[in-house]
């Protein structure tokens, strides 16, 4: 078993006391009522203190049993980096508890920047928990088609959810088995709740360790026919989800999809002909947003970032780094509102004819070949937009270019 190192013994104890604050009984399922009434207004929240969230969310359990009780709990967000501990339990992703058992060390996939989710019901920092639940209702569901909109992306994207951790664990489609996501209903058991848990890098590119607080009762695994019991040193990363057909991921609505997803709940790319906007969406804006957000030397990073997330695949996430990082940093209110009026992934500039500069271009060129040597089939080449131009080609031959 891997020893624990520093930064676990200090999050277990500063953070993870929850759980045996949880055990005592003297937080009541409905105590969030009081708190979210009183005289302090969100401004007031976001200079409180780091304060672990103990509050029982649901009468099903406290906020680190990540409780899945509707589809409405799972707010949409974009950015990162982000930690994926979903398919963590066995190895090659173990999840280790530790001495003394509140806390399970769990080796997770970390994720630069895409579309993720958080369960409203198990965000860990409590003052987060009731900025959230004021904006998006307890459930959740007066967020779900807004990406972003949930206070807590914002907390995730900066980096300022739980001190000192260099990210934490949602839930993303991201590097889903072949066979798809599933269920296993298992009974009363020990787990981890990973959801919004603090999170390390080990100096191994993509990945981390997340200290997962565990939890002792039903849940489900995310795939279909696992085994339960992982043996007396292993713990499940996993949720309980008792009134949500036991589903604990994300589900689209009817007739819906999700933009910048993989996988079959996610938006496609577009296909030719391209469609107008909405009526409702300003293309200036749309525009102007892909335009302000740019890394030093001029590459607008929306850009290259709609070149490769949305043909990437679990094994580059170095090149989603490279073309997305500084993304979650900037106001792309407008372009993810297009993307999800339309149901389309990465093609809001594409849509409304945003046009790169030359230097983002030639990144756009760089970053679809480098796809193409990895087997990748880019944007570029499915629907011949986001192609880029060649930096050593003739100036004459780069000029109509996108």
């Known amino acids: ?224 026919g696992a085994s339960c019991d992982l043996g007396p040193d292993l713990v499940w990363s996993a949720a309980y989800a008792p009134l949500a057909k036991g589903k604990t991921f994300p589900t689209s609505p009817s007739g819906r999809c999700f933009p910048d997803a993989p996988g079959p709940d996610g938006c496609p790319l577009l296909s030719n002909p391209i469609p107008p906007p909405g009526p409702a969406i300003d293309c200036k804006k749309v525009c102007d947003q892909y335009e302000a957000c740019q890394k030093p030397g001029g590459v607008e990073i929306g850009f290259t970032c709609d070149a490769t997330l949305c043909t990437s695949s679990c094994t580059d996430n170095d090149l989603v780094s490279t073309a997305c990082s500084g993304l979650q940093r900037c106001d792309i209110s407008e372009i993810v509102k297009l993307e999800a009026s339309a149901g389309c992934s990465c093609c809001a500039s594409q849509i409304c004819k945003c046009q790169p500069s030359q230097t983002t271009n030639e990144q756009i060129f760089s970053l679809d070949q480098a796809q193409r040597a990895r087997g990748i089939v880019p944007q570029c080449d499915i629907n011949g937009t986001l192609c880029g131009t060649d930096p050593g080609a003739p100036l004459a031959a780069r000029s109509g270019a996108e």
Request: proline residues 9%; hydrophobic residues 40%.
């Open 1 to 224: 078993m891997r020893t624990r190192g520093p930064w676990r013994r200090w999050l277990a104890i500063g953070v993870f006391a929850l759980a045996g604050l949880a055990a005592t009984g003297v937080f009541a399922a409905d105590e969030a009522g009081p708190l979210l009434s009183g005289a302090a207004g969100l401004a007031d929240l976001q200079r409180l203190p780091f304060k672990a969230n103990t509050l029982r969310t649901t009468i099903f359990g406290p906020s680190y049993a990540d409780i899945v009780v509707k589809p409405s709990n799972f707010l949409p967000c974009r950015g990162g980096p982000y930690a994926l501990c979903y398919y963590s339990g066995p190895d090659p992703l173990p999840c280790e508890p530790g001495p003394g058992g509140k806390v399970a060390n769990c080796q997770c996939v970390e994720i630069p920047y895409g579309a993720y989710f958080v369960d409203i019901n198990a965000i860990l920092n409590l003052w987060v928990y009731l900025q959230t639940v004021a904006v998006c209702g307890h459930d959740g569901a007066d967020c779900q088609s807004r990406p972003n909109a949930a206070p807590v992306c914002n907390y995730i994207n900066d980096n300022t959810l739980i001190p000192g951790a260099d990210l934490v664990s949602t839930f993303s489609f991201d590097c889903a088995p072949e066979e798809g996501l599933g269920k296993t209903n298992c009974g009363k058991a020990v787990y981890a709740g990973c959801m919004t848990a603090p999170c390390k890098r080990t100096g191994v590119p993509g990945e981390v360790e997340c200290a997962c607080p565990t939890v002792e009762g039903p849940f489900q695994v995310g795939q279909n």
